[in-house]
């Protein structure tokens, strides 16, 4: 494996507030110049290669923080931060070989998903949250995301509906990417952490070329290979019981890799039981070849799978996703983007119980998108200029003999048959056109992007845009002005419904579609300050205005058990037709010597109507959400904490005039997690939630004296990493 040292001496004017320069010059572990290797600075957004020589060169560079890329297939690539200043040396040794793209097309990628709210790989290992397996649940600790209780994988993420969410991984999109128990209940993320680089969280700005959702996406980078050659992982969480996570990544040549990453539980291998029968399991595979210089194509599939027996009792749920995609850097300033994809999801729930002459009671339901995805960008240096479309083809749709008003009545386990049909399709094409212009300055920027859609599935024409503008203040501040509009079609659990697609003995009804169904819209503008106190801690400060209209069409299950309610976590219970939020939220983040952590804090008021009432708080409202976390390192232990302290949700009641108290119950915890790593390839963790809590939440209701819901209590996880 080669070696290359590179030493970049960077030469500044004589005061700080002038241009400057950054040049340097690379050689190999020989001392002989390298020609070809590719340099990139992020923030004046320039990419050079070395000449002869070994040298490169950039100029009007002002002093600040940028990050240096430095790659070759055959070499390998290093990304290091560095602070700039006058008579700044810096020397650079890489040691190992990266397969990674050029650094031209993973500038463009960045500008598609950037995010300073996001959470890593390494913030996952170290903090407390990851407890039996939810690599996202960290998510929660970031402003603005709540969730429900202890062990709620979901996050909610300002006080809205968590169905308007929408997720990506690497850039594709994917709906709801959770393990269920029973098909309903979510218990934890389906993508592991062994795949996962970075999750970064856009709350009501997302970027335009982005589409079904409020403004909240969350986006999932999964990793790429490390080190060439062959490497495997293996992750081991004997507690529920023994659900292995094995991750490999392979660089047979300097332009191919792969990654693959499977985990699956054995309880139903470990425990032979007469009526009951579970598992879950999922599984992602990356391969990347580099074509050549220009092009890249990437392969990717994420599949995930639960099943649950009890008796005459079936569950089924989970997804299927396939991409191609294509990377075509056609000049160094112009990059083509393509994307493929397959999605598929599926809820399947059955008793196979007969009665009378009947099978039992099932619904299935399982849409299918297909998707063609492409978009251009074009870099002018202080303007980036993008544009696209999307094709969206829904197929397939829903079958069942008994409505989810039954279902969750306990229609499927009175074994309720054949009363009903249930069948319509989710069937239609969705054309999405959009366009992005941003001017970047040294002193401001201001981004303007606008997407149209035609909803074949709702039948409608939808519009949304975001406006964006900000101004740098002596290069460690930044100001900044949000505005957006953005729509979201109705979704799983809206169509699963069925209020206007059932059907009696048979006999079609007249509006049984889902063309009456309405997408929802909101309208986000948010003022803050991004700031470095000092080099290594970073604040952001943020006040938010949101107002929402068509929140959905309808009250979609009718329970009165809180306790019900908390476990289904993204099963709205009540009609929520307009409404509004209003919030601040407070970040913090940085680190010192062996310390780090982070610090967020929200304070937001929500208000909902309905054809009840003109307000009630909305049933995701969590007033206050405060999280604290710290960890050290100490040799070869890693201890850290989180401390969380949040109000409970309000649970509004359903069906009902009656609005909520604005008072909630505070619930507070501890949670502690300790790494041991005992050598370079090997590593031990204990993790513990609930240490110091009250157990219970409490829960005020309009009219009604207070009501303990009773949380999880103290848990407790082990495991153990291993590296080959």
Request: glycine fraction near 8%.
């Amino acid at each position: 494996m080669k070696k290359i040292i590179i030493t970049a001496l960077f030469i500044l004017a004589t005061t700080l507030l002038s241009a400057a320069s950054i040049g340097g010059r690379i050689v190999d572990a020989n001392g002989r110049p390298v020609a070809g290797i590719t340099v990139g600075v992020d923030k004046i957004k320039s990419v050079t290669k070395t000449d002869a020589d070994g040298k490169f060169f950039f100029d009007n560079v002002k002093p600040d923080y940028y990050n240096i890329y430095i790659t070759h297939p055959e070499y390998g690539t290093t990304i290091q931060r560095v602070k700039v200043k006058r008579n700044f040396y810096y020397e650079i040794s890489i040691d190992k070989a990266v397969y990674e793209t050029d650094p031209a097309m993973a500038h463009y990628n960045g500008t598609l998903f950037s995010s300073d709210l996001a959470i890593t790989q390494k913030d996952i290992q170290t903090y407390p949250g990851r407890g039996y397996g939810d690599s996202m649940k960290l998510l929660q600790s970031l402003p603005g995301v709540g969730g429900g209780f202890t062990l709620a994988t979901v996050p909610i993420i300002r006080n809205t509906d968590t169905l308007y969410n929408k997720y990506y991984i690497d850039d594709i999109p994917i709906d709801y990417p959770y393990h269920y128990a029973a098909g309903v209940v979510p218990l934890l993320s389906s993508i592991n952490e062994t795949i996962v680089d970075s999750v970064s969280l856009h709350k009501a700005d997302a970027p335009v070329w982005t589409g079904d959702h409020l403004g909240n996406t969350i986006h999932i980078t999964t990793k790429s290979p490390e080190q060439t050659g062959y490497h495997t992982r293996i992750l081991l969480d004997p507690l529920y019981p023994a659900m292995p996570t094995v991750y490999a990544s392979a660089v047979p040549t300097k332009d191919f890799s792969v990654v693959t990453a499977v985990r699956r539980s054995l309880v139903d291998y470990m425990v032979d039981t007469k009526y009951t029968d579970s598992y879950f399991s999922d599984f992602f595979a990356k391969a990347a070849w580099n074509v050549n210089i220009d092009h890249r194509l990437t392969l990717m599939a994420n599949i995930s799978s639960d099943d649950f027996t009890y008796g005459k009792i079936f569950t089924k749920s989970g997804y299927s996703l396939y991409a191609l995609k294509w990377d075509y850097l056609i000049t160094e300033k112009l990059l083509l983007k393509t994307a493929v994809s397959r999605y598929e999801m599926s809820q399947y729930l059955k008793n196979d119980k007969a009665v009378r002459g009947k099978s039992g009671a099932y619904m299935n339901y399982a849409p299918v998108q297909s998707r063609l995805f492409q978009s251009i960008h074009f870099d002018l240096s202080r303007f980036m200029l993008s544009g696209g479309y999307e094709l969206v083809n829904h197929s397939e749709g829903v079958k069942g003999n008994i409505d989810l008003a039954g279902l969750t009545s306990g229609g499927l386990l009175d074994k309720s048959s054949e009363y009903t049909t249930t069948e319509f399709p989710i069937e239609g094409t969705n054309i999405s056109l959009f366009g992005d212009v941003l001017a970047d300055f040294p002193e401001f920027w201001v981004e303007m992007g606008g997407r149209y859609e035609n909803n074949g599935v709702i039948k409608d024409n939808l519009f949304s845009y975001k406006g964006e503008a900000g101004y740098r203040f002596n290069r460690i501040a930044e100001f900044y002005l949000i505005h957006s509009r953005s729509n979201a079609q109705p979704d799983m659990y809206y169509f699963m419904q069925l209020d206007n697609a059932v059907t009696s003995g048979g006999a079609a009804s007249s509006d049984s579609s889902v063309n009456n169904f309405k997408a929802a819209n909101a309208i986000n503008t948010s003022v803050g300050n991004k700031t470095f106190i000092l080099p290594s801690v970073f604040f952001q400060g943020e006040i938010y205005y949101s107002v929402f209209d068509n929140l959905n069409p309808g009250l979609l299950i009718s329970a009165e058990e809180d306790s019900y309610r908390k476990a289904m976590q993204i099963h709205p219970f009540s009609e929520e037709i307009d409404g509004t939020n209003l919030g601040m939220e407070l970040y913090l983040k940085g680190y010192y010597q062996r310390y780090s952590g982070w610090v967020s804090y929200s304070i937001s008021k929500t208000e909902r109507s309905n054809a009840y009432d003109d307000s009630f708080e909305s049933e995701f409202s969590q007033n206050h959400i405060f999280r604290a976390l710290g960890a050290a390192r100490w040799g070869k232990w890693e201890p850290s904490l989180q401390f969380n302290l949040y109000s409970s949700l309000p649970y509004t009641p359903d069906g009902s005039d009656e609005k909520n108290s604005d008072r909630r119950g505070i619930h507070h915890r501890l949670d502690g997690k300790v790494n041991w790593y005992m050598a370079d390839n090997m590593r031990m963790y204990l993790e513990v939630w609930n240490m110091y809590f009250n157990q219970s939440n409490l829960v005020t209701e309009y009219g009604s004296s207070n009501t303990l819901i009773y949380d999880a209590p103290f848990f407790l996880w082990v495991g153990m990493e291993l590296c080959f």
